[in-house]
């Protein structure tokens, strides 16, 4: 099994920033890819940002040049560092990892962690 635990939310001012953190333990092998989603209220849960086993990166459009991916692959932990935070960006995000074993996909998700951007 595979415990994904998440830190660093909370309530900041529109402009502000916050960073993330996903703190990996169990049986963590073959990472295919570690990323962050997010779930507004009404809406579905989006992509943000995600990073490769071989280190490349992707992110949504909506928050390019603002949020950075990282891991640091010692610690097993993933992180997310949110800059001129919009109210757009309020959501409950969460952190996900895939693992690849025999061409099968595995993914894990955190429980969430709230970041609420008031205006």
């Known amino acids: 099994q595979v415990q994904l635990v998440e830190s660093g939310g909370g309530l900041v001012q529109s402009g502000g920033s916050l960073r993330l953190s996903c703190a990996a333990s169990?049986?963590?092998?073959?990472?295919?890819?570690m990323g962050w989603y997010r779930q507004a209220p009404g809406k579905e849960r989006e992509l943000v940002a995600v990073?490769?086993?071989?280190?490349?990166?992707n992110y949504a459009d909506s928050v390019k040049g603002r949020f950075t991916i990282s891991r640091d692959n010692a610690k097993n932990t993933l992180y997310l560092q949110m800059n001129s935070l919009k109210p757009e960006d309020t959501a409950v995000y969460y952190c996900?990892?895939?693992?690849?074993?025999?061409?099968?996909?595995?993914?894990?998700w955190g429980q969430g962690a709230q970041v609420t951007v008031s205006s």
């Open positions: 996900n990892v895939e693992m690849k074993i025999n061409s099968l996909r595995y993914n894990y």
């Open positions: 990073i490769t086993s071989a280190g490349s990166t």
């Open positions: 169990g049986s963590i092998f073959s990472i295919n890819s």
